[in-house]
């Protein structure tokens, strides 16, 4: 059991490294390789108006003279074991998970992304809760009465629900129910949850909502499926030959024969989240990591990207093996032989 | 309590057969018509008395014990007739008085012991659940009830494998589990469905002691289906031999394997290479294949294939439905020969070439 | 070819499976000995049956047989050719000379194909052109099977059971193959449809000479079908013998239990038949007991069955019956 945490654990690290490399190549490889120089990348990071000294100065101490796999190295290196960085007059201790700083404020990544994980981790939790109970009663009751109007209606919507575009339905909540209503806070506005739990959750229920139909569209209808397969095992008839009541067969006897794959897309999709929820952030202007991402690639600053890129695919990594461990709960079979 | 325990005085106090099922009729409504699985099926077991029913694939066992115990659930199902347990009618009973008696008065194994169990709960999990659904008692009354039971039906040191999961258990293993689930709230009708199929020859000869064995400690009524004439002798006091959802022949199982009267019991019996006797140099198959129940044959559903019909005078095969009727004793047989003729049939063409 | 030299020789068959773990530790350190061992012969013309409980090794030693599956170790010898380390590549003439029929005749046809497709695949995939075209040649077959010729464009969802493991013997019988191996042909059918098809293939040996492996739990119908039969008992075959000298005489003590559990559809036998009741399951042919691998469900069982594994030797008078046990029974 150990071993396989630990066999687990480090495909999530080298997952996580891979990710970084393709991140890191992106950002400097390509240019490179697209006949940049080091002083044109070193550019962007310096005022308008500097001269070519401070244009090579920055450059140094940026590392970009070194080769490409160097520079990777000291990234890592940092992550690592921590690393001390000059900022023109003295030199800063950075410790270890050295996250670098950002090229273009200076500060250090690691307490910006932290600062901003709360944020997202309040949206994607509020938000799985919400799709979770609706997308799994959605899909059960659809499957208990297949084929009946309800079923019909609900499987229709759930179509239309994946199909529909986030910044859509987003804006025309936020349009309708804070702008003309007034019934929600406006766009843009965040209390941490430490300060005031009624309105973190009131900020963010717009978000939440938003977001949930998108995912329990998707839910409803893998429950559905999953019900309908698990409702027609034998188990099930021997449940009901047992004399159990229609409801406990369903809840005790079917659902938790149909939550494995509910479990492990969940899994996925909680992980990424976290750090992808770009578009509800935005449209809700929430100062979530999805924003930070978007920001930071348009401004070109790769410790930042590195560092979020980094964080999510952590919290990829750790949702799997959580999904993972779930499946030995749900499913005897697998922890037993 | 009253409601956990819905044998009132009266009902206990009920005479006759335990299970009586009477002109019982399932139809299932599909997009190619109506399948008649069973159509006009009567037959009764008393307490103490073991009933097999025979048939193909399809004939409409399966369908006829679901009846009985109230599990026909998808929306196109019809059922009519009558069903009685202990007295009480359940054709038309509300869904809640047929499920508190379902575990309770009558239970029921099944073919696959394997997916018959739900494969995340233990072992006595599943026997605890059954067992308290309908008793009153606690958690840890209930797991030692269940650690009796599955003593009694041969698990070995069942104190510690109460905790296995199923896929832990042989086939066998998990066949008496299965025993000891249906038999938890000690039921007086057990219905099994080809109990021993999936399993081995010396595993199903255990498996046939045991239902044997508890049968007469529990003095219940046991019905068995099956298609292996086999085992309905081993077990069984009368038979229904089946034939396209209905009755072929019905009696006792020294009436049908002494002296078997219906055209297609014959053809049975003809089939089967038998182990009791000296090799055959060739089987006598019954040509043809069994009907669609979207499409049964006008007349004698078994008409196509009967090599007996050009005895009946006129067309009455092919157009008249031919009803089970005594033959004497209570042998009943569906079948347009008369009485006599069949019993010369079998003596003189039948019996001889089988032997 | 000598005709009295055997059609197949198998010797000393070994085929274990490595156990990839289901659980959280996937560490592949033990193995399912499905089969152990295992040597038999088989005449021209005859049939031979393989026996046993569910899990004993039957399907495994006919697919190894059939060289479906590559064997750990040992050898297969097909008229005198080892077959056993063949390289794939060097199977396509073994592929002509012995076929297979499977038990299920639901799955092992491709529904979209139509009956002449599947029939006349095994020309397609040799290459051969029969005489008179490869129409003719499978309107021939199905005919031989008992099929109508107008079946050919038909698909096999419209066929029943029996019928469709017609198809399946009439594919079988195309290349004209020396012997067949039969993976429980009729344990899928009905009873009435099963003596359909056991008389089916009957008749065909007959005409065309055919050796069958016939591989079966049913002991009614291996012992209607086989001349001489194989039981087998966790991977290893603990009796063969002619058959009616097996079902009368049976030496080892499994092949007596197993004889006598068989239901036999007469009640005066009810009281009758002596029964010897075997207590327990087959043990997992993962961890298979020392010594004698019956012993631990044997009434006769003594300390040397339970250390010393018997040979599979001749025993009492009957010429080519042996038996694997310590106290064969006496009749
Ligand atoms: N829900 C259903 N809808 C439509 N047809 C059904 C339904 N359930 C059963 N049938 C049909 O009823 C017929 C009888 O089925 P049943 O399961 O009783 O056969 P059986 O005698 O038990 O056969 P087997 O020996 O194969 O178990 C079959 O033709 C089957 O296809
Ligand atoms: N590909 C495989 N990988 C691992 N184990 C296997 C494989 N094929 C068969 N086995 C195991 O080998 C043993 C023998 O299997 P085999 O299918 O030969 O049995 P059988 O005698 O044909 O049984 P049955 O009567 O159930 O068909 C079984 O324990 C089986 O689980
Ligand atoms: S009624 Fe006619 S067809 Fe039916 S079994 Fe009797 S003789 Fe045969
Ligand atoms: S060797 Fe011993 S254990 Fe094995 S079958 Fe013979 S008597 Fe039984
Ligand atoms: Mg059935
Ligand atoms: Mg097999």
Avoid at chain 2, 59 to 85: D, E, P, Q, Y
Avoid at chain 2, 246 to 252: L, Q, T
Avoid at chain 2, 308 to 321: H, L, Q, Y
Wanted: net charge neutral; hydrophobic share 40%.
């Amino acid at each position: 059991m150990i071993l396989y945490i630990i066999r687990r654990l480090l495909a999530a690290v080298g997952l996580v490294v891979v990710l970084s490399m393709i991140t890191f190549a992106i950002f400097y490889l390509m240019p490179r390789l697209a006949g940049a120089s080091p002083e044109t990348l070193a550019t962007r990071y310096v005022g308008r108006s500097s001269t070519g000294a401070t244009v090579e100065q920055r450059a140094e101490s940026l590392g970009f003279y070194d080769p490409v796999p160097v520079q990777y190295w000291n990234w890592l290196k940092g992550v690592l074991f921590g690393t001390d960085v000059s900022t023109g007059a003295d030199t800063v201790r950075c410790p270890a998970p050295c996250l670098g700083y950002s090229f273009k404020t200076q500060d250090p990544v690691l307490p910006e992304i932290l600062d901003r994980l709360p944020v997202s981790f309040s949206l994607a939790i509020g938000a799985a809760v919400i799709w979770l109970v609706l997308g799994v009663s959605i899909g059960v009751l659809s499957a208990l009465k297949r084929g009946s109007f309800f079923d019909r209606a609900a499987m229709t919507l759930a179509l239309a629900g994946v199909s529909l575009p986030i910044f859509w339905t987003g804006l025309l909540a936020l349009s309708i129910f804070s702008y003309q209503l007034g019934w929600t806070p406006p766009g843009g506005s965040y209390t941490p949850f430490s300060e005031s739990p009624l309105d973190w959750a009131f900020a963010l229920l717009l978000p939440w909502v938003t977001l949930a139909l998108l995912f329990s569209a998707q839910y409803a209808r893998l429950t559905r499926a999953g019900m309908l397969e698990t409702m027609s095992e034998d188990y099930i008839r021997t449940a009901r030959a047992k004399g159990l009541p229609e409801r406990t067969v369903v809840a005790k006897h079917g659902l938790r024969g149909a939550l494995t794959p509910i479990v492990t897309i969940f899994g996925l999709d909680f992980g990424l989240l976290i750090g992808s929820a770009v578009l509800t952030e935005s449209v809700f202007g929430l100062p979530g990591l999805g924003a930070l991402a978007v920001d930071s690639t348009r401004n070109n600053d790769l410790p930042m990207v590195l560092g979020v890129v980094l964080l999510v695919a952590v919290f990829v990594a750790v949702a799997n093996l959580v999904v993972d461990l779930l499946y030995a709960v749900i499913d005897p079979r697998v922890r037993t032989r | 309590m009253s409601l956990m325990t819905p044998t009132s005085p009266e009902a206990s106090r009920h005479t006759g057969p335990y299970l009586q099922v009477e002109d019982l009729r399932v139809h299932f409504e599909t997009d190619d018509g109506t399948v008649k699985s069973v159509d006009g099926l009567s037959f009764a077991v008393e307490k103490g008395k073991t009933l097999g029913i025979v048939g193909e694939s399809g004939s409409g066992k399966s369908v006829t014990s679901m009846a009985v115990m109230g599990l026909h659930t998808s929306k196109n199902a019809r059922i009519s007739g009558s069903i009685k347990v202990d007295g009480q009618e359940l054709v038309g009973a509300p869904i809640d008085v047929v499920r508190r008696l379902r575990g309770q008065k009558m239970a029921m194994i099944f073919q696959d012991p394997l997916s018959a169990m739900h494969p995340y709960y233990t072992v006595g999990n599943q026997i605890v659940e059954a067992y308290r659904i309908h008793n009153d008692v606690s958690k840890k009354a209930a797991r030692a009830h269940a650690i009796d039971m599955l003593d009694r039906v041969g698990i070995p040191s069942p104190r510690d494998r109460v905790d296995a999961y199923p896929h832990q258990f042989s086939g066998g293993m998990r066949q008496r589990a299965m025993i000891a689930m249906a038999l938890s709230c000690d039921p007086s009708l057990l219905i099994a469905d080809e109990p021993t199929t999936a399993l081995d020859v010396t595993v199903q000869a255990q498996i046939l002691d045991l239902i044997r064995d508890l049968q007469r400690e529990f003095h219940s009524a046991v019905v068995i289906i099956t298609h292996d004439l086999g085992v309905v002798a081993e077990l069984a006091d009368d038979i229904v031999v089946m034939y396209a959802g209905r009755k072929a022949e019905h009696g006792s199982a020294e009436q049908l394997f002494g002296e078997p009267q219906h055209p297609y019991a014959w053809g049975l019996l003809g089939s089967m290479p038998r182990f009791d006797r000296p090799p055959t140099e060739r089987l006598l198959p019954i040509k043809g294949t069994p009907p669609s129940l979207i499409n049964v044959p006008e007349g004698c559903a078994f008409n196509p294939r009967c090599e007996f019909s050009s005895r009946v005078p006129g067309e009455r095969c092919v157009t008249d439905r031919p009803e089970a009727l005594d033959a004497g004793g209570g042998h009943r047989v569906a079948c347009h020969l008369p009485t006599a003729q069949r019993r010369q049939i079998w003596a003189d063409e039948i019996a001889p070439r089988l032997a | 070819m000598n005709d009295a030299a055997p059609l197949l020789e198998v010797e000393d068959l070994v085929k274990h499976f490595p156990v990839k773990g289901r659980g959280l530790l996937q560490r592949a350190t033990q193995a399912v000995q499905a089969v152990d061992g295992v040597s038999f012969s088989v005449r021209r013309g005859e049939t031979f049956s393989i026996v046993g409980e569910s899990g004993c090794g039957k399907s495994t030693t006919a697919r190894l047989v059939t060289r479906l599956l590559a064997p750990t170790s040992g050898t297969v010898r097909l008229d005198g050719k080892d077959i056993s380390t063949l390289p794939e590549r060097q199977l396509r003439p073994l592929r002509r000379d012995v076929q297979m029929i499977f038990q299920d005749p639901y799955s092992s046809l491709n529904p979209r194909h139509t009956v002449g497709k599947i029939v006349g695949a095994p020309f397609r995939l040799q290459d051969v052109e029969p005489e008179g075209g490869r129409k003719r040649a499978v309107q021939e077959l199905l005919s031989l099977v008992g099929l109508s010729p107008e079946h050919y464009n038909r698909y096999p969802h419209e066929f029943s059971g029996g019928q469709r493991q017609r198809i399946g013997i009439a594919r079988t019988l195309a290349l004209k193959p020396k012997l067949i191996v039969a993976d429980e042909p009729v344990s899928a059918l009905d009873v009435s449809i099963q003596a359909q098809v056991v008389n089916l293939l009957e008749d065909l040996q007959d005409e065309l000479g055919l050796t069958y492996v016939m591989i079966a739990h049913d002991l009614s119908v291996v012992r209607h079908v086989s001349d001489r039969v194989a039981v087998m008992y966790l991977g290893k075959i603990v009796e063969v013998a002619d058959r009616d000298d097996l079902y009368e005489h049976p030496r080892h003590p499994y092949t007596a239990a197993m004889l006598s559990a068989v239901p036999v559809p007469d009640t005066r036998r009810r009281t009758e038949r002596e029964r010897i009741r075997l207590q327990g399951d087959v043990p997992s042919p993962i961890d298979p007991p020392p010594g004698c691998r019956f012993h631990t469900r044997c009434w006769k069982a003594t300390e040397v069955c339970r250390t010393e594994e018997p040979p599979l030797v001749q025993i009492g008078p009957a010429p080519g019956h042996l038996a694997a046990c310590h106290h064969p029974e006496e009749k």
